[in-house]
């Protein structure tokens, strides 16, 4: 089921090396996820926490794909850290598409969201992904935390 006005891979992920990258995070060029595409991924870190990101053009795609990306993605952290290095259980695989999950495949789609077995996964799809800035808002539980007064220090929150 493939949502009409869809983003690029090329925008999607742009987008994703641009807000992640202007939140602390660098882009690691020489530690690919291996089985992969390289036009489909990109690899970060910040000083605690490492983060794949993976375009699917595809629902399908990425439902078929996501374990073996998964895998990927903990033989790259295995290759790279140990057990005792912080990053390696700060672990984020960001699965991207543009493509809508169809309603019968929702229960899939919660379970790849809420599964933690090996890394936590971000999921988000065409039903999220909409527009361009739609990408920052998948990211969001990766960002640091915005300091914002929206309650005025004198206010009760109740």
Not at 51 to 79: G, P, T, Y
Not at 81 to 93: M, P
Request: net charge negative; proline share 3%; glycine share 4%.
């Amino acid at each position: 089921m493939t949502n009409d006005s869809v983003l690029s891979r090329e925008q999607v992920l742009g987008e994703s090396v641009d807000i992640l990258s202007k939140n602390g995070f660098s882009v690691v060029s020489d530690a690919p996820l291996q089985r992969i595409d390289n036009t489909h991924q990109r690899v970060f870190e910040d000083a605690y926490s490492v983060v794949a990101i993976v375009f699917f053009d595809s629902w399908n795609d990425l439902r078929h794909a996501w374990i073996d990306v998964q895998a990927s993605f903990v033989e790259m952290i295995s290759k790279h850290f140990t057990k005792e290095d912080r990053k390696s259980w700060e672990a984020y695989l960001v699965l991207l598409s543009t493509d809508l999950v169809p309603f019968r495949e929702t229960t899939c789609a919660r379970e790849i969201r809420y599964n933690t077995n090996h890394v936590r996964e971000l999921l988000g799809t065409g039903e999220q992904v909409k527009e361009i800035s739609d990408v920052e808002t998948c990211l969001l539980p990766l960002l640091p935390i915005q300091r914002g007064s929206t309650l005025d220090a004198s206010s009760n929150v109740l």
